[in-house]
């Protein structure tokens, strides 16, 4: 008596979707009982194309050309299509790649400021109600108090720190490194008091020029402004780093 054999497939695959509109590539699980029709209307909200303007393609786990899914009627499982395989979607609507996905081509909603200040249920309104953040009078002035009375100890250090000074410069998670101080003063680039110094080691950021106002020069990258409550000033002369040879 001859055995009847049975394949039995799962239910179930889960695929992999990439299409014309897009370079990202999706997992997703769908019913083998699904039309093609069915399936392009499901794919429709996953990549952005239309149903109707949808060519498939099937593709091995190996990304092996396979077939075409051209029949609407028929069933997904008809197909030669098992858990990793490809189905890419072909978009004939005249969509661009990218397109679904640059958000500057998307209208802005933009409320004016007088009409927002009206609203009753937004942020600001919160704010106001709670006295929190700017709009706590006392603890933004005792703010600007506490922001001032430290901008006058940066100024105090700063007049204590001559151009040619030799200094350590400390900072938080920062490692102590020795330098020159090269400028002392105010700067176009941030308010306050700043202090200009070339290190020792090629530790910095530029060469004494910044935003095209040359403040002092030096090699590139051994360059630094530092707030002067940063700067200890001392006896630390250059050290030796053995570049020469006898």
Same mark, same amino acid.
């Given at each position: 008596?001859?055995?009847?054999?049975?394949?039995?497939?799962?239910?179930?695959?889960?695929?992999?979707?990439?299409?014309?509109?897009?370079?990202?590539?999706?997992?997703?699980?769908?019913?083998?009982?699904?039309?093609?029709?069915?399936?392009?209307?499901?794919?429709?909200?996953?990549?952005?194309?239309?149903?109707?303007?949808?060519?498939?393609?099937?593709?091995?786990?190996?990304?092996?050309?396979?077939?075409?899914?051209?029949?609407?009627?028929?069933?997904?499982?008809?197909?030669?299509?098992?858990?990793?395989?490809?189905?890419?979607?072909?978009?004939?609507?005249?969509?661009?790649?990218?397109?679904?996905?640059?958000?500057?081509?998307?209208?802005?909603?933009?409320?004016?400021?007088?009409?927002?200040?009206? !609203?009753? =249920?937004?942020?600001?309104?919160?704010?106001?109600?709670?006295?929190? +953040? /700017?709009?706590?009078? @006392?603890?933004?002035? *005792?703010?600007?108090?506490?922001?001032?009375?430290?901008?006058?100890?940066?100024?105090?250090?700063?007049?204590?720190?001559?151009?040619?000074?030799?200094?350590?410069?400390?900072?938080?998670?920062?490692?102590?490194?020795?330098?020159?101080?090269?400028?002392?003063?105010?700067?176009?680039?941030?308010?306050?008091?700043?202090?200009?110094? !070339?290190? =020792?080691?090629?530790?910095?950021?530029?060469?004494?020029?910044?935003? +095209? /106002?040359?403040?002092? @020069?030096?090699?590139? *990258?051994?360059?630094?402004?530092?707030?002067?409550?940063?700067?200890?000033?001392?006896?630390?002369?250059?050290?030796?780093?053995?570049?020469?040879?006898?």
């Amino acid at each position: 008596m001859d055995k009847e054999v049975t394949i039995v497939s799962k239910p179930v695959v889960e695929v992999r979707i990439t299409s014309t509109l897009s370079s990202v590539q999706m997992m997703n699980r769908f019913n083998r009982g699904l039309t093609i029709s069915e399936l392009k209307a499901r794919l429709e909200t996953i990549v952005g194309a239309p149903a109707s303007s949808m060519e498939l393609e099937i593709f091995s786990g190996c990304d092996k050309f396979l077939q075409k899914m051209e029949n609407d009627d028929a069933l997904l499982g008809s197909y030669p299509v098992d858990d990793n395989c490809r189905i890419h979607v072909i978009d004939k609507s005249g969509g661009q790649m990218g397109e679904f996905y640059d958000v500057s081509k998307v209208e802005k909603f933009e409320l004016p400021d007088e009409a927002y200040e009206q !609203k009753s =249920d937004s942020v600001r309104a919160f704010l106001k109600k709670q006295r929190l +953040g /700017r709009f706590n009078e @006392e603890e933004m002035a *005792k703010k600007q108090a506490d922001l001032a009375a430290h901008e006058e100890e940066q100024k105090t250090a700063a007049s204590s720190i001559a151009v040619g000074n030799r200094c350590k410069v400390e900072g938080p998670r920062q490692p102590t490194k020795l330098a020159t101080v090269m400028y002392v003063g105010t700067t176009d680039f941030k308010p306050g008091y700043w202090v200009g110094v !070339k290190y =020792d080691e090629p530790l910095g950021k530029h060469n004494g020029t910044v935003n +095209g /106002r040359k403040y002092f @020069e030096c090699g590139d *990258k051994y360059g630094s402004f530092v707030r002067p409550l940063n700067v200890t000033v001392g006896d630390f002369p250059e050290e030796d780093y053995g570049l020469d040879e006898m």
